[in-house]
Structure formats: C-alpha cells, structure tokens
C-alpha cells in the first residue's frame, strides 16, 4: 500500500508524473489495480500516447479477461481512435460480464444507430427499472434505453426515458455558472473598458476558437478545420476556464469572475496570452501548423477577457436551431458546468443567457466573431467554410471537406458524428418531439420565429 498512498498524495498535490509512476509501481505489485490503470491509461491518453494506453489495458486483460472496467476503457480508447466496431465490442463485453454496468450500457447505445432492436431495448429498460441499482446507474440505462428508442422512430418511449434519465441523475441545477457569469459580464465588459485595454495583450494570430452551445457543431466544424494543413484540432482545451480564475489569484483577490478582470493590467492581459500561446501553439511538434482550435463551447462566457489576452485571435460562433440545440443536450448526460442541461427549465434558463450574451459580445466587440448556423455547414459545406477560412485569414483547401482522412482522437460527446460523412439527418430533429417540449416551446418563444415552427 505504500506505492498507492504515496501515488494519492502526489496526485493531489499535482505531481503527475511522479504520481504516475507510484501507480506504475503499484500496477506492478498489484495487477488488475482499477485506479492504478485508470489513473495511468489516463495519463498516457493526455500525452496523446494512445498506442501505449491501449497495449496497457491488453496486458491487464490477458490477467483479468472477465474484468468489466477494464473492458470499458479499452472501450474508450478504440471509441476516441475512431475504431467504432472495436469499441462496440469492448463496451459490449463490458455489459456481459456486468449486465448492471449502465455506463457500458450507455456507450454501447452511443456507439452506432439502431434500426430494430427490441431486445436490446428491453434490456436497458429491465435493469432502468432496478431498484438495486444506484440512481446514476439507473439514470445510464435510461439514458441508452433513450438512445435505442429514438434511433428505432419511438419518440414519445424515447421522450419518457430521457424524462427519467434526467430526474435520476439527481443534478442540482440551482446554482447556475453559465447564467451567473453571463449576466454579470454585460457590465464588466464594457465598451469603455474594452477600449481602455486595447493596447493589450499577445499580438499572436495563431488561436482559433469555435463557441457556441454544446451539441450545435462544434466538433464537427472543428474537425473540418483540422484537415487544413496549417491548422491543428485541439479539442476542449480548458485554458480560458483556468485563466478566469488565475485572474483573483494573481492579485489575491477575493473577487470571482468576471468582476476580477477590472484589476487586470495590460501587462498581465500580455502575459496570460503569451502563456495561453505557449501551452498551445508552441507545444506542435509539426512547426507547419500554424493554427491551433480550442473548440471549448463553453469560451462563449470568456469572449471579453479572450480579445483583451488575445485580441488577435479568430472567434467563429456556430448556432443551431434553438430547440434542436437544447433537446441534443437534453438527451446527453452531461457532467460539470452542463449539469444544469438535466432540466427543462434551467436548460432554456441557459440558453436565453447564452443568446443574450453573446447579442452583449456582438455590441461591445462589433466585427470580430463570426456567426454561422449549423445547418449552413451541413447543407452548404463548401460556402460556409469558405467564410469560415477567410474569416481565420486561411487559404482556401479542399481538404476541408472530406470525410476520409485521419482526424485524432475525439473526447467529446460528438465522437460518432464527428467521424461520419456530413449528414442531415440530425436537421429538425426537434419536430419528432414536439408533442413532448410543449413547456420548451414557450419558454423559447422570443426565440422562434414563424418559419422555425412551421
């Protein structure tokens, strides 16, 4: 036990590395450790050492050939590699060897599209129904019973397992960070205080971000971008986040976010972009690209203090169809700062704080994001990424609509889209829902025109 204790405590004292190798160490006396490989499988995956991630969790289930977690995370690893069949059947070990493992579940369910499957459907429906199982768990197998549902045309099933998906994932969504940060920045961020600190800041033209609501785009526009030859696709990053909070600690203060930005000096708003550029850009092993995307959707709070850091860097804000928008993350199990998506109400709470900040960013920043609608990308790929390429002073490639090619692993939600060619099924999903977002409806309403309900 001394390995792991140790490995604990350099954990948290953010020691990756020398964490990472009490685990290894630990690994070594305990084979099949779950939070040794975890902890290492995890490590490696940052560092973009997929293979060697990979080949750990082989070696483990050569050991331990019935272990459910372990098939899970072989699970994620050929997932986030593209590897869909792969991945399916990790997952689906996973679930054998474990038929109330609602996370497997879940993925199996996100892995591919169902045209019939009633039986798999009952499954996941039997063990929602079990009074045994922890309410996450339960929530999971909802969550996938959902999935299944809705791929077969069974909306209104489908409706009723997200319904009680959400209720028992159990989220607080009281306390909202997205509503929070948005309102008080329409005061901090000024036209006056903008113009006061725009002499600040790194002059670097190489980041790119992509903003916007979860589930709108985002990923897939990110990877059509990272075919470019000059750019590089970097996923969520979560650098800006951090930034917000660096601001009160760098000068010790007790104010939160954004009301910390009006003690930033424009030799600091310098300095945090010149470190924002160094953790990004400067870590390409490939000097060729030039560009790096942070497609974090939630750097759409963080415009103000982005083009006071980097008043140089490329914004491209991807919209979609409001209800479209909000059902997609309705229906994902979110966790962190989107946990507020698990409710109807707070869910369109959000979104009207999203659209009205983003309306602020437009006034006080006129000029510099560029807004284009999902359904443009999907149905005018070529037009809308033109704009989006003279937008980021790119040169036109074509490469940037194919669908072939290696795009890097995907983390996020979006990893089966992502990979698929551009489809349009996923247009107007909303309407096979609509007996059921009554509520939704008119909590949006100043958002809907005639013609998006029509």
């Excluded at 369910?109 to 929602?128: N, V």
């Excluded at 800041?201 to 979860?214: D, K, N, Q, Y």
């Excluded at 149905?379 to 390429?389: A, L, Q, S």
């Amino acid at each position: 036990m001394q390995h792991i204790s140790a490995a604990r405590e350099l954990s948290e004292q953010g020691k990756l590395e020398a964490a990472e190798a009490s685990y290894q160490a630990h690994l070594e006396e305990q084979p099949g450790d779950i939070e040794s490989i975890g902890f290492i499988v995890a490590m490696r995956t940052q560092r973009d050492q997929w293979s060697e991630a990979e080949q750990l969790l082989h070696d483990q289930l050569q050991q331990l050939p019935q272990n459910a977690q372990l098939h899970y995370m072989l699970g994620d690893i050929k997932r986030a590699k593209g590897e869909m069949h792969a991945a399916g059947e990790a997952y689906a070990s996973a679930l054998s060897y474990n038929p109330t493992y609602g996370a497997a579940a879940l993925m199996l369910a996100e892995i591919k599209q169902y045209d019939d499957d009633q039986t798999l459907l009952e499954q996941f429906e039997h063990e929602a129904d079990s009074e045994d199982l922890a309410s996450y768990e339960r929530a999971n197998f909802h969550f996938a019973a959902g999935k299944v549902a809705g791929d077969m045309g069974e909306f209104g099933r489908a409706f009723n397992h997200y319904r009680l998906a959400n209720q028992w994932s159990r989220k607080d969504t009281r306390n909202n960070k997205i509503v929070n940060v948005a309102q008080r920045s329409k005061t901090a961020f000024s036209k006056k205080y903008l113009r006061s600190m725009k002499k600040a800041g790194c002059r670097a033209t190489s980041p790119l971000f992509i903003v916007g609501m979860p589930r709108t785009g985002t990923t897939l526009l990110e990877q059509m971008l990272g075919r470019h030859p000059r750019v590089q696709a970097q996923g969520e990053l979560q650098q800006l986040d951090v930034m917000s909070e660096m601001v009160a600690v760098n000068y010790n203060s007790n104010l939160n976010y954004p009301d910390s930005m009006q003690q930033l000096t424009p030799e600091d708003a310098t300095r945090f972009g010149e470190i924002y550029v160094r953790q990004t850009i400067d870590k390409f092993s490939n000097r060729a690209q030039k560009y790096s995307v942070d497609k974090n959707p939630i750097n759409f709070l963080y415009l103000g203090m982005l083009k006071i850091i980097l008043p140089r860097a490329k914004v491209i804000h991807i919209r979609r169809h409001p209800l479209d928008t909000c059902l997609s993350c309705y229906f994902k199990s979110f966790s962190g700062v989107w946990d507020i998506t698990s409710s109807i109400e707070s869910l369109a709470q959000t979104y009207r704080a999203y659209r009205e900040i983003m309306d602020h960013w437009h006034k006080v920043l006129p000029g510099q994001i560029l807004d284009i609608d999902y359904e443009d990308l999907v149905d005018k790929p070529e037009i809308t990424m033109r704009r989006v390429m003279a937008h980021c002073g790119l040169d036109w490639d074509d490469q940037c609509l194919s669908s072939g090619g290696e795009i890097g692993p995907i983390r996020t939600a979006s990893f089966w889209q992502a990979r698929q060619p551009i489809y349009k099924s996923s247009l107007d999903r909303w309407r096979n829902y609509r007996p059921y977002i009554g509520p939704l409806i008119e909590m949006l309403d100043d958002y809907l025109d005639a013609d998006m309900l029509n």
